[in-house]
C-alpha cells in the first residue's frame, strides 16, 4: 500500500512569489493534516479536513495560505505571497480515523526555502 | 488547552544502555497519547499510543511507555539502544474525537558506539 505522497520534495524560491504544495493521502484516509515543521520543533497543525470538509483552519495565516481537498482526496496548500519566515519543512498526513484518535501517516514532507 | 513537554531536547546514550526520554502533558479530559519518531529527512512514524486499557503499551522496535494520571507523563523507554534508534522522538496528545493532536518540541536521541 502506498503511503503519503507529497511534492514538492524540495522548494527554492524568491520572497513575494507563490508556490504550492500538493498531497495524496492514503487511499480511504477521510482524515487529512497540513502541519508546518520548523527547525528544532514539533509539527504545529494548519488545517485539518474531514472528508472535503475544512473543519479546523483556525492556525491557518488566512491572508497569504489557502488549502483546498477537492472530492475529499487530494489536498493542496497554497502560499501566495510567501515571506523569508514561511522557510520550513510543510508536512501532510492523514488517518483512517476521525480527527484526534487514531494514528497519523505522515509523508516526507515538502522543505521550502525561501530567499 | 492541551499542551505536551518534552524535557532534554537532546539525550545521549551509549549503545546497549536504557533509553528514557520524557513526556509530560496537559488535558483536561483523559487523553490519547503518542510516540512518533522522525529519521533526517522523512516524515513521522508512530512508535506507539495509548487510548485506553492498559497504561503499559509497547510499541514497535522495542519501545514501550507507561501512562500516568498521577503524574501526567508518558514516559518512553527502551533497554537497550541501537545505533539504529539514533533520531527525533515527538511526543504528542489529543483530547479524542474532533479535536487536534498537540505535539512536544521533540528530544534528538544520540547513540554513542
Known amino acids: 500500500e502506498a503511503g503519503v505522497v507529497q511534492s514538492p520534495r524540495y522548494k527554492i524560491i524568491e520572497k513575494k512569489q507563490p508556490v504550492a504544495f500538493w498531497c495524496n493521502p492514503i487511499?480511504?484516509?477521510?482524515?487529512l493534516y497540513w502541519y508546518l515543521q520548523n527547525l528544532g520543533q514539533g509539527p504545529e497543525l494548519l488545517i485539518r479536513y474531514e472528508n472535503e470538509e475544512a473543519v479546523d483552519d483556525s492556525q491557518l495565516p488566512k491572508d497569504r495560505f489557502s488549502a483546498e481537498r477537492l472530492k475529499g482526496v487530494d489536498s493542496t496548500l497554497k502560499i501566495q505571497p510567501a515571506e523569508l519566515g514561511d522557510s520550513a519543512v510543510y508536512l501532510c498526513a492523514s488517518s483512517s480515523l476521525p480527527s484526534g484518535t487514531g494514528e497519523l501517516f505522515f509523508g516526507e514532507g515538502s522543505r521550502l526555502t525561501v530567499l | 488547552a492541551q499542551s505536551v513537554t518534552q524535557l532534554g531536547s537532546h539525550v545521549s546514550v551509549s549503545e546497549g544502555a536504557l533509553v528514557l526520554l520524557r513526556c509530560n502533558y496537559s488535558?483536561?479530559?483523559?487523553?490519547?497519547l503518542f510516540w512518533y519518531v522522525q529519521y533526517p529527512n522523512q516524515g513521522l512514524q508512530l512508535l506507539l499510543k495509548?487510548?485506553?486499557?492498559?497504561?503499559l503499551v509497547k510499541g514497535i522496535n522495542g519501545f514501550e511507555a507507561e501512562f500516568k494520571k498521577s503524574e501526567t507523563s508518558f514516559h518512553l523507554t527502551k533497554p537497550s539502544a541501537h545505533m539504529s534508534d539514533a533520531a527525533e522522538y515527538f511526543c504528542?496528545?489529543?483530547?479524542?474525537?474532533?479535536?487536534?493532536?498537540?505535539f512536544g518540541t521533540g528530544t534528538s536521541l544520540t547513540v554513542i558506539p
Open positions: 488535558s483536561s479530559v483523559p487523553p490519547y
Open positions: 487511499s480511504g484516509h477521510n482524515t
Open positions: 495509548y487510548t485506553t486499557g492498559a497504561t
Open positions: 504528542a496528545v489529543s483530547e479524542g474525537t474532533g479535536n487536534q493532536f498537540y
